[in-house]
């Protein structure tokens, strides 16, 4: 059964014979057996390495089967397990079953009902990840992967979701640090609720407050009618604060109100409102840092600090680029009504070899470009030089780095310019945008395409 070599059983059980005559049958149907006698020894080896399948007996001596189970859902392993006793009483197989095991074996059992058994629960979880892959198809999302790092980080996910704690999603641009948030969204008690997201980066200091909060018609010049604020549209929901580290000290402390007291006050109204929110905030800026400098109060990062979740960059799992890059392909393809296309080995190869410092996002637009440019089978020819992993040596033979697009190279061009005349007006956008001899409006629009910080150009 050469397709089930890689499926992981971890199997407990404190009797040495029944440890011994399950490994040989098991082993023989060509799974790969871990044997533990000690639940405790089972549950650390998790933290290493999760098992497709739990087998574990009820009885374990000071520590029960079902006390481990309790301890792997709250450590967020989601394996199917079956157990199997000689003694269980009827009130432990109902409570097995209720917590959410996959079945109940009472020994002694033959080789041929634990292998049906077991092949159910394969079937299971196979018919879960896919589901889990079509609704990322579906959504045009790309939550996958199957790395170590996105094992923890989704084991992260699913113990924080269930709770009402502030989350701080911290990662690098590209990352998918709006993926998390909308993950700890979807399991969490909320689900049915909105998502609402806002970057706080693209707002206007001088708009903050009545974006998040709404205003009363008539607050201010131009406030023709009544407008809800961000806080109230997630009321019931979940409030993502995309690249909270952008925002003014006096956002800040207004934003610090409204997640201590649930309460919000819009613009013009005497009326406080109570809202029902879980926020989550994101950066990929240094928050404690920003602190130590008096650029992000102290008091809001504590707040929103409760549950820190690092969102890996790309170059630290690369085991998944393969799986995301063929997502990405068959998304293009799926949208563009294209013939479809594949990735082949060298595709894949060249894709790995590099490190991604525009993380997810880039690895999205240059497999958008390949399916572009290639044909039906996607090969190392159509992967861009730039993304390649491969350097280009000048004509003294030294290398000079990565070769980009023409546009590539003018947007970064024009990027470095824009921060420059930034940080000659001292972050004033209009006499920026009077150098430049461009709209405000474009100039607001570059900001945004380009992720122009505003640390990057006045500190």
């Known amino acids: 059964m050469s397709q089930m070599q890689s499926k992981l059983v971890y199997l407990v059980d404190d009797d040495k014979s029944i440890r011994r005559s399950l490994q040989v049958a098991l082993q023989t149907a060509g799974y790969d057996v871990h044997l533990f006698h000690d639940p405790i020894m089972a549950f650390n080896a998790t933290r290493e390495r999760v098992p497709d399948i739990f087998l574990l007996d009820v009885k374990l001596g000071d520590i029960s089967g079902l006390e481990l189970y309790r301890k792997l859902l ?11 006793s000689a003694h269980a009483s009827t009130s432990e197989a109902v409570e097995a079953v209720k917590l959410g095991a996959f079945d109940f074996l009472e020994k002694p059992f033959t080789p041929e009902k634990l292998m049906i058994t077991l092949g159910r629960c394969l079937e299971l979880r196979s018919v879960k990840a896919e589901i889990n892959t079509l609704k990322a198809q579906v959504e045009g999302v790309a939550f996958l992967g199957q ?6 980080l989704q084991s992260d996910i699913r ?4 709770t009402n704690s502030s989350v701080l999603v911290i990662g690098e ?8 948030a909308k993950e700890i969204h979807q399991q969490s008690r909320v689900a ?55 925002m003014s000290l006096a956002a ?11 309460e919000i006050q819009k613009l013009g109204s005497e009326i406080i409102a109570h809202v029902e929110v879980r926020v989550i905030a994101a950066t990929n800026v240094d928050l404690k840092d920003a602190v130590h400098k008096k650029l992000f109060r102290e008091d809001l990062y504590y707040r929103i600090n409760v549950f820190p979740i690092a ?26 009504s294209f013939q479809t296309k594949f990735l082949g080995t060298s595709a894949v190869e060249a894709l790995c ?18 399916a572009i440019l290639g044909g039906q089978t996607l090969d190392d020819r159509h992967v861009p030089k730039s993304a390649s992993g491969k350097q280009i040596k000048d004509d003294r033979n030294n290398f000079v780095g990565f070769s980009p697009s023409l546009k590539d190279y003018r947007n970064e061009v024009e990027r470095a310019y824009i921060v420059q005349v930034l940080k000659q007006t001292e972050g004033n956008i209009s006499e920026a945008a009077s150098i430049l001899k461009v709209e405000r409006t474009y100039l607001h629009k570059r900001l945004i395409q380009f992720e122009i910080k505003k640390r990057e150009y006045f500190l």
């Open 173 to 180: 641009s590209g990352t998918g640090k709006e993926l998390i």
């Open 311 to 336: 969102a890996p960059p790309l170059r630290e799992r690369k085991s998944d680029i393969p799986v995301l890059a063929n997502h990405f392909l068959r998304e293009y393809v799926r949208v563009n």
């Open 353 to 370: 070899a590099f490190d991604w410092p525009g993380n997810i996002r880039e690895l999205k637009n240059v497999v958008e470009r390949m």
């Open 159 to 162: 113990k924080v979701a269930g």
């Open 192 to 246: 049915k609720g909105p998502f609402v997201k806002v970057n706080c980066s693209a707002i206007p200091e001088s708009l903050i407050e009545s974006e998040l909060f709404g205003y009363q018609k008539g607050a201010f010049t131009g406030a023709d009618k009544n407008k809800k604020g961000y806080f109230e549209l997630a009321d019931g929901g979940t409030l993502f604060l995309d690249e909270i580290g952008d």
């Open 147 to 152: 790395s170590k790092l996105f094992q923890d």
């Open 252 to 262: 800040q402390a207004k934003v610090l109100r409204a997640i201590q007291n649930s």
């Open 74 to 84: 709250a450590d967020g392993v989601d394996s199917p397990v079956v157990f199997m």
